[in-house]
């Protein structure tokens, strides 16, 4: 990992499909705890997404005398102005929920495999008590579903499992994840979509892209042409991935450009 963090995970990814069922079970023991600690550690990096807010008084924040004026008036004389009565201005994290989708419709090995692993513990460590993970070919499996708690480890390693094939129904997949986050009370509703939004299966992609509260594309370098292109046509915010251990400083930079 101090060597190579990418070469490794993409290593450690690809002896989670080992034939020897030893090897297998150690492979996805390790790789589950690298995973979540790479994420982990990227986000506690990571300012959190939050808005400027009025709130009753506090140790942080500035003090908002336009919403503290009637703490100063209406005596006539002099007075203890007691905390209460104050109002502060101060940062609140705004709630979010997450809905990621993983395109398994081409290469499942090292790298891509890594960098899909490591999207679902990045989710799972800024969201973990809202967030849904799908994979997608030619059908959606849900790997977590919104409202149904699930261990993050074993939300990576049901990502680990995947191996590429078939074709890619990128409208089915936007479908579920609208399904998914409709069953979330958050104010925010983000769909994360890892993929070259290469579809080819019937379905109208752009309707169903329109149809979600806010859309994030993260393409793969070298081959983000078409995803760059739906994500002009539909107003999705996109970002391109080169190596697996860029994937939390991706989706926090994408969360966070509102």
Same mark, same amino acid.
């Given at each position: 990992?101090?060597?190579?963090?990418?070469? =490794?995970?993409?290593?450690? @990814?690809?002896?989670?499909? @080992?034939?020897?069922?030893?090897?297998? @079970?150690?492979?996805?023991?390790?790789?589950?705890?690298?995973?979540?600690?790479?994420?982990?550690?990227?986000?506690?990096?990571?300012?959190?997404?939050?808005?400027?807010? =009025?709130?009753?008084?506090?140790?942080?924040?500035?003090?908002?005398?336009?919403?503290?004026? %009637?703490?100063? %008036?209406?005596?006539?004389?002099?007075?203890?102005?007691?905390?209460?009565?104050?109002? &502060?201005?101060?940062?609140?994290?705004?709630?979010? /929920?997450?809905?990621?989708?993983?395109?398994?419709?081409?290469?499942?090995?090292?790298?891509?495999?890594?960098?899909?692993?490591? /999207?679902?513990?990045? &989710?799972?460590?800024?969201?973990?008590?809202?967030?849904?993970?799908?994979?997608?070919?030619?059908?959606?499996?849900?790997?977590?579903?919104?409202?149904?708690?699930?261990?993050?480890?074993?939300?990576?390693?049901?990502?680990?499992?995947?191996?590429?094939?078939? =074709? =890619?129904?990128?409208?089915?997949?936007?479908?579920? /994840?609208?399904?998914?986050?409709?069953?979330?009370?958050?104010?925010?509703?983000?769909?994360?979509?890892?993929?070259?939004?290469?579809?080819?299966?019937?379905?109208?992609?752009? @309707?169903?892209?329109?149809?979600?509260? %806010?859309?994030?594309?993260?393409?793969?370098?070298?081959?983000?042409? %078409? /995803?760059?292109?739906?994500?002009?046509?539909?107003?999705?915010?996109?970002?391109? &991935?080169?190596?697996?251990?860029?994937?939390?400083?991706?989706?926090?930079?994408?969360?966070?450009?509102?």
């Amino acid at each position: 990992m101090a060597d190579d963090a990418d070469e =490794t995970l993409a290593l450690v @990814a690809d002896l989670t499909a @080992a034939t020897d069922p030893k090897l297998r @079970a150690l492979a996805k023991q390790l790789a589950g705890r690298l995973m979540l600690d790479v994420a982990a550690r990227a986000t506690r990096k990571t300012p959190g997404i939050g808005r400027l807010v =009025t709130d009753k008084y506090r140790d942080s924040g500035d003090i908002d005398i336009e919403a503290s004026i %009637e703490a100063f %008036e209406g005596t006539g004389r002099l007075r203890r102005v007691k905390p209460e009565e104050l109002r &502060v201005r101060t940062w609140a994290k705004r709630d979010t /929920a997450l809905c990621l989708l993983v395109d398994r419709s081409g290469s499942m090995g090292g790298k891509p495999l890594a960098t899909s692993a490591l /999207a679902a513990a990045a &989710v799972a460590s800024r969201e973990p008590n809202d967030y849904s993970v799908l994979a997608f070919g030619r059908d959606v499996v849900v790997a977590k579903s919104q409202d149904a708690p699930r261990a993050s480890g074993d939300v990576v390693n049901a990502v680990l499992t995947l191996r590429g094939f078939g =074709t =890619t129904n990128v409208a089915a997949a936007l479908q579920t /994840a609208q399904d998914q986050l409709h069953r979330s009370r958050a104010s925010r509703k983000v769909t994360v979509l890892l993929s070259d939004c290469r579809a080819n299966e019937p379905g109208d992609v752009e @309707a169903m892209a329109l149809g979600l509260d %806010e859309l994030c594309i993260i393409a793969p370098a070298g081959d983000d042409e %078409e /995803a760059r292109a739906f994500a002009d046509r539909v107003g999705a915010r996109l970002a391109v &991935v080169n190596e697996p251990t860029e994937i939390p400083a991706l989706l926090a930079q994408l969360l966070e450009t509102t």
